[in-house]
């Protein structure tokens, strides 16, 4: 029903930044909890930010606190992650989620609408 799609990564060398974007489209219904994953190979898909837009709140996962900041810009239905001084374990294939159920909003479960995903890869 609903389509999100996930763009701006790219390679950045270590301390470098990025700012990804997530467009939501033909979606009924309002979104007021987006958050972003991240999955590497080998390993399972992590929460990294979450944002609650209709209370106002942000919740970062601790590996990236201080270096990342989510934000959603309502007009344009895009949720942006902005991410500072990253460093070579933030290599991952990073996804935006939507139409949150509950159950937690770093649950991968809680939620039923995925992008594709956008690589990110920090190397030297």
């Known amino acids: 029903e609903g389509k999100l799609v996930e763009s701006g990564g790219g390679l950045v060398q270590p301390g470098g930044s990025l700012r990804l974007s997530c467009s939501a489209s033909?979606?009924?219904?309002?979104?007021?909890?987006m958050a972003w994953f991240r999955q590497s190979p080998g390993k399972e898909r992590e929460g990294v930010a979450a944002?609650?837009?209709?209370?106002?709140?942000?919740f970062y996962a601790d590996s990236v606190k201080g270096r990342f900041s989510v934000s959603r810009e309502a007009a344009k239905n895009t949720m942006y992650l902005q991410m500072n001084a990253l460093k070579p374990e933030d290599t991952a294939l990073y996804y935006c989620?939507?139409?949150?159920?509950?159950?937690?909003?770093?649950?991968?479960?809680?939620?039923?609408?995925w992008g594709q995903g956008t690589q990110v890869t920090v190397s030297s």
């Open positions: 989620a939507a139409n949150y159920k509950g159950g937690g909003l770093f649950n991968v479960a809680a939620y039923n609408a």
């Open positions: 944002i609650d837009t209709e209370r106002g709140f942000t």
């Open positions: 033909g979606f009924t219904f309002n979104i007021y909890d």
